[in-house]
């Protein structure tokens, strides 16, 4: 291996030392102009290069340009400008003189960079071969708009975007062509400004004292989206390849603006403020309607009780009797109170968010800057929570030494102070904010007096108003991302790059639960927590660039380098219980009656050798071969490294005259490749003794702390391996007034990283292990058009259509897996979905996200009892006749079968952007077709027998004809057809032509905006759109849930009014 | 020109050097944790040895869960059901399941109740392999002592699950691999074994160090005896491959007769080691029943073989969660556990250990206030419960043989739980000179022995046969985890009771559930494994 490890760079050292010096040639220039085809208009800011040559320059206001220095002979020109296509011109350059040209573009469909970031360098978009999307930064910052993850949603074809909720900042789930994982990580790698970073949360979870912690915000909130230029999405493996064994899941390369030094210093400043509100309220049993039932249940309960004899001591009524008697208690209906409250509307809010952004760049021919400032307060539409964020941004860049040196340096830093509520992703027997709003008794009101929060006293039910305002959970993160490179041209065509990067987080959180709140009692007397988390990666990264034209037909470009990446993470956490104020909260841990405190580090390294080779012929077809050999500290000895390779190649069908007709541009594209996933955390190939309350044990009563084996070690863990094909077509039609691409792809995962039992005795009862074989399959269909061009209207239109199918082809040695907790009282060991292996008699496979259940059949009319289906072969259900069962016998885990299926039939996303006149109008709508989502919700909360424990329920309970006593049991009932059609945004702009301000400001716009201002579904749940979370629960390790629906933090619905102004 | 050659030679310097730098080195992937630690550099100390042997008895704790062997052995008994309370307890129909013996190898309650119960029994062998190993190559003071009680605690663990599932793999090494199934007569000898091996390596009791006080919960040649006497009682049904094969269903499973280490008949071989046990000096029977429940049972002197709770977090023992109304004790108990009226009505009204069960008005057991249910009545547990699928919050009687601690941390109590006490040691040898084997007293005189601080107005037991040990094995050991294994013994775990009828269920059940199934889970894990006949 060690061989391998050197070859690699020393092959690409030696393809340069192959490539002869080029000789000294005399030369001539160039001079033209280039105007928009449809407007005759002259275009500034296109640029006009030599191709296969480094003499490039940008056109002035009128649209001139002059090259000077060109070598001598025939050449070819080109012109390119973003949302023009590109424009290429045989010259002939005589030594000496000055050649002539005129070029006039055609405005393309749609607005895209004919300079695209692939990772380690950029490419001109004709030669890209693998599978790319790219988003218009400045198209996406629409609305409120946190992070760069939001701007992606419905703007490329097979990126499937989630948010966790609708918590201000809420953490994602990206899914880029499916997940190509079970129990390890589905997320893309992101690189910021070329430097790849690691993801990973960077604040320490909530404590759980209402089921599982709050999911963790996205750590990408650290990046205002306005400094964002660019944004591309490497989708296939031929594309992610070069970023090897990170790249399975696909990867977002993000491109900060930089400064620019045409058109002189400029300073731009742009403002908004939105308010938001949720979409949808839970549909709760109102008071009146509350109090009807009650009545109605209560004559049911006497008439039971009436007949019971009076035989217990004292002549007094035999509780036996008493206490199974039907209907409801008299007492519940004298207890009830005479408010009217919407519990749900109680704990949410109007909120308002504003955002205000200043940036500043210029610079001269040498050296550009720019530097901007955000701060951004977003507040919850729950009570009590929202985001605030500061930050800063520093670019710069310097050319020395004849422009053969180039310097650059990237700072962002930025400070987040998330507040959090505590609310629930699945609950357990205390529920946190929204569980408690759906149960609280709607007929009591919020506040008893001014200064006393109504309690309803039991154990388990809090009022949700008093414990968003009580209990304090504040996370914060600090965070920095620099980079700096240095860039020199070593000879003709060969560049040398060194980057070194550092990502520093410092988050941290504070908890406190105050012994004010009932809750705050319970654990303790007031419990406190502070908690603290660093993430530090340093990158160094170097690079050899070769670009060279050799001849009239061949152009090569060529990239090798080295990577070096490490990991560390550091915790400490300290835990106070029992305080005698709560005038101290956090701040005073040692005034707790008992501490308690853990330290925890890890760190990992990761190092890479890479090369990238792209060959093209005449601009008509195109080889992209890429060689990654990825080094990992996380797999066993002898596992550690591993090689992705990846080769695509492309062929222009309209270069050369090979198809004429309709088509202006017609491309095909094939491609190959392998990444892998290294999503696991260290140290699992290793077994380890770890200490901890599981391993103390209190002899004579002194706890004597000790050491159990944690991890049973896996000497065979290697790599996940993805292994992808593609296949694309790209065309243009009508001077590519019409454009689009459609692409396949085929994605088979091997060696699947799962959490599976071992052979017993084991220190634990699972491993991670290589088992396990995952196919994806999807068709991805892109289309834009150019609906109007002429002057003073424009209107582009885009689509993105994707169709997936993911197949589980192999378990290894299981049946299935179970996954996908259901949440809710008497709903442990309960599980939505299953994880199926191929069938062993008709081989048909199940995809990922199949639910698995019981198959309800309807209500009894005479007896309210919930009707499944079931089986009556031996040992099946007992009391299974004709078919049917009821939860008396039953359902058996014979008789659960297949009950849905989380995943969509396809997605489509369709955008639009009119620019008439002043105004600019766009919109973005997303549909998501054929999916089923398990309404967690209304399972738990479609139980009447909630009255019983003087609960509220949903209204749509009221009628459905279950009888008051019946469990909840999770069914096909509340599996759910979930499709949608969703109106993202849209967003009004309008330039205005104030005097006192074109005086001077050099533009000025005011725009509207509206984010989820509909969502038209069948589903009868908050929001159709739920998250699929990997869950970081020990009893559901990181398995794959996908569509299930837990009283999430409601999805706001925002208006938003802004301003921009450019000086 | 001279100086633009020369800072372009430094740049370019500089920028090879920094491209050649990272071949050299940079390339070393070699994984260290450091927040964890590798046997390699461990077990070098007596205090690294003595943490590792805490871990080793810390897996105990799980044993006596509701979701594990304790769960496990009661709620699939006539002793314990968890009624389906409105929304409450339904759980994906485990704990009726359970309750009805209606498991098969892929239902809900075996995917997790019977999966836990091999998990934690081979966690704790696993520990306890790890330990043994480590100590083949160090020394410590008290070493023969230790390694003991390592091996004792991985026979204890092999003992739950031959008493669960049959003949399991036995594995003495750390090495992780598939290996088949023992039969169920060789884990019998092996564990049978290991302890004779061990027993004479072990203290009567640990009273006599200075880091630790007289009831240290260690294990001692007492804990030892008392498991051979289990053992040795039960060795019928542990000795035999299941029903059909050695072992019947539904009559009783004699001692007699079956050979054990050194040839000795099983029977006589129990009332030795209980012998030794009564004469050994240590032990007595607690003046009153509760002494040996309450939070500072540890000064209990019946108690021979103990799981250590302690009132601190992640320490304790939550006995009191399970089947406590919610509004009896804080943090809110969960309202679950209850046992069958047939059971409470079994016992003799004057026989004190019937107040192990809360019926009636209640109150709050910490502060003594009456207790309300949810709608504010006072709250009453009944001994029936109407509808097992659908009961009410306030019926069946509630197990409280456990009283809350006063000291308790959140739902950690401090109440010890004693796998083996001198009282079953008592009924052991009485069921064994019953069936035939001789002895120094008459069952008789043993069970009124036990009985006595029952019924301090006078006992009036006169005769003894199996179906009185069995009562009597249900008054005193009730809640106990003993109750499957003796229904098994006694020939009557798959017949009908409570909630177990035939409308529910082909009743009585099928002779084969004497043994569970092996968890789906285990033989996918494992390929060596075979699924135990009938399921």
Known sequence: MRLVRHLVPALVAGLFWAVPLSAQQTTGSVTGKVVDASTQQPLANVEVAIAGTPYRELTRADGNFTLNGVPAGAQRLRATRIGYGSQIQEIAVTPGGTTTAQISLAPAAAILEPVVVTGYGTQRREAITGSVSTVSAAAANVGVVTNVDQMIQARAAGVEVTRNNGEPGAGVQVLIRGGSSISNSNEPLYVVDGVPIYNEPTEPPGYAAAGTPPLPRNPLNLLNPSDIASITILKDASATAIYGSRAANGVILVETKKGTATGGPSIEYDSYVAAASPAKYLNLVSAGDYKNFVAQQVPIFIADTIACPHTAPGGKIDPNCFNSARGLDPKIQSQLGSANTDWYRAVTRTAVTHNHDLSFSGGSEDTRYRASLNYMNQQGVSLANGLERIQGRLTATHKALNDRMRLGVNVTTSRVNNRYILFENRAGFEGGVFQNAANLDPTQAVNVNDSTY????????????????????????????????????????????????????????????????????????????????????????????????????????????????????????????????????????DAAGTLRDSTDASESRLVSFLSRANYGYRDRFFVTGVLRYDGSSKFAEGHKWALFPGLSASWHLTQGGVVRGPFSDLRVRVGWGRQGNPGIQPYNSLATLVGGTGATYPWSDVPQAGVIPHNVGNPNLKWEQTTQYNGAVDFGLMNNRLAGSIEYYVKNTSDLLLEVPVPQPAASGTRIENVGKLRNRGLEVTLDALLASRPGLTWRTGVVFALERSAVLDLGPHQFLRSGIVSGQGQSDQWAQRILAPDSITGKTYPLGTFYGPLFLGVDPTTGFQVFACSA??????????????????????????????????????????????????????????????????????????????????????????????????????????????????????????????????????????????????????????????????????????????????????????????? | MKRLFVTTSIGGL????????????????????????????????????????????????????????????????????????????????????????????????????????????????????????????????????????????????????????????????????????????????????????????????????????????????????????????????????????????????????????????????????????????????????????????????????????????????????????????????????????????????????????????????????????????????????????????????????????PKHVQQNNGNDFAWFRLAEIYLIKAEAELAGGTGSSTPLALLRLVRARAFPGGDTLSAVTNGVILRERLFELNSEGKRRQDLIRHGAFTACWQFKDVTTGTCPRPAALVLMPIPQTQIDANALITQNPGY
Not at chain 1, 881 to 908: E, L, S
Not at chain 1, 954 to 975: K, M, N, Q
Not at chain 2, 241 to 259: K, R
Not at chain 2, 283 to 294: K, R
Request: hydrophobic letters at 40%; one cysteine or more.
């Open chain 2, 14 to 405: 500089g920028l090879c050097a920094l491209l050649l730098v990272p071949l050299q080195g940079c390339t070393d992937l070699n994984e260290t944790p450091i927040s964890s630690i590798t046997p390699s550099n461990f077990f070098h100390t007596e205090g690294e040895v003595l943490a590792a042997l805490a871990g080793v008895y810390a897996g105990l704790r799980n044993t006596a869960s509701e979701g594990e062997y304790w769960g496990v052995s009661e709620v699939s008994t006539d002793e314990m059901v968890v009624p389906t309370r409105g929304s409450d307890w339904y759980d994906n129909g485990t704990w009726l399941e359970t309750h009805r013996q209606t498991w098969s190898a892929n239902s809900p309650a075996t995917l997790s109740f019977v999966n836990n119960v091999w998990n934690t029994a081979y966690a704790g062998i696993a520990r306890a392999n790890v330990l043994v190993e480590a100590l083949q190559s160090t020394t410590v003071p008290n070493q023969a002592a230790i390694e003991g009680e390592a091996r004792f605690l991985r026979a204890f663990y092999y003992y739950l699950l031959m008493d669960t599932f049959g003949g399991v793999p036995i594995a003495t090494t750390t090495e992780l691999k598939a290996r088949a199934r023992a039969t169920r007569d060789s884990t019998f000898k092996f564990i049978e074994s290991e302890l004779l091996a061990i027993r004479p390596n072990l203290p009567k009791q640990w009273g006599d160090t200075t880091l630790l006080g007289t009831k240290v919960g260690r294990i001692t040649k007492g804990a030892v005896n008392a498991l051979l006497a289990n053992m040795y009682i039960n060795a019928r049904v542990f000795k035999n491959e299941g029903a059909g094969s050695g072992i019947s269903a539904t009559t009783y499973n004699t001692c007699l007769s079956v050979l054990v280490s050194g040839g000795k008949d099983a029977c006589q071989a129990a009332i030795d080691v209980a012998d030794s046990i009564i004469n050994s000096g240590v032990y007595q029977l607690a003046p009153a029943f509760t002494d040996n429940f309450s939070p500072d049972n540890a000064t209990s002197p019946e108690n021979i073989f103990v799981i250590k709770f302690a009132a601190a977090d992640g320490l304790g023992f939550n006995m009191v969660m399970r089947t406590l109304h919610y509004n009896q004790f804080t943090p809110s108990p969960w309202n679950g556990f209850a046992t069958l009226e047939q059971t409470y009505n079994a016992f003799d009204p004057l026989d004190r250990r019937r107040k192990m069960f809360l019926v009636d008005t209640q109150v709050n057991v910490e502060t003594g206030r009456p207790a309300t249910d949810r709608k504010g009545n006072p709250l009453v547990f009944t001994t029936t419960i109407a509808n097992v699928t659908s009961a009410t919050e306030g019926e069946g009687a509630r197990i409280y043989k456990w009283p809350a601690d």
């Open chain 1, 454 to 589: 109504y309690e309803p006293g039991g154990n388990s039910l809090r009022n949700p108003v008093a414990l968003a305002n009580q209990v304090t959970d504040l996370g914060r993160t600090t965070r920095t991302l620099a980079n700096g490179t240095a860039e020199i041209d070593l000879v003709p065509g060969l560049t040398g790059q060194v980057t070194v990067g550092l990502d520093y987080s410092a988050g941290g959180r504070d908890i406190y639960f105050p012994i004010a709140s009932p809750l705050g009692r319970t654990l303790g007397n007031g419990l406190a927590r502070v908690y603290s988390q660093d993430n530090q990666t340093k990158t160094v990264q170097t690079l050899l660039t070769y670009r060279r034209q050799l001849g009239e037909s061949h152009s090569l470009d060529v990239v090798g380098g080295y990577e070096y990446s490490k990991f560390t993470k550091n915790v400490a956490m300290g835990q106070g219980i029992g305080f005698v104020t709560d005038a101290l909260k956090y701040n005073a841990l």
């Open chain 1, 873 to 1063: 072969a031996p040992g099946h259900t007992a009391n299974c006749v004709n078919g049917r069962t009821t939860t008396r016998g039953g359902p058996a885990a014979a008789d659960y079968q297949v009950i849905g299926n989380a995943n969509p039939d396809f997605t489509i996303g369709l955008h639009n952007q009119v620019n008439w006149g002043k105004f600019d109008v766009s919109f973005l709508l997303r549909a998501s077709v054929g999916q089923d989502v398990f309404n967690n919700t209304a399972l738990v909360w479609s139980t009447k027998s909630n009255a019983l424990q003087v609960k509220n329920f949903l209204a749509p309970a009221l009628t459905d004809g279950t009888d008051l006593h019946e469990p909840a049991i999770y069914s096909s009932r509340w599996v759910e057809s979930a499709s949608f059609l969703r109106l993202q945004n849209i967003t009004v702009e309008y330039a205005l032509d104030l005097p006192f301000l074109t005086n001077s400001a050099r533009s000025a716009r005011l725009y509207v905006s509206a984010d989820n201002l509909f969502v038209i579904t069948g589903y009868s749940g908050l929001d159709p759109e739920v998250s699929s979370l990997n869950e970081s629960d020990p009893t559901d390790v990181g398995l794959v849930a996908r569509g299930i629906d837990y009283l999430s933090y409601p999805r706001p619905r925002t208006f938003t009014g802004g301003l921009r102004v450019a000086f």
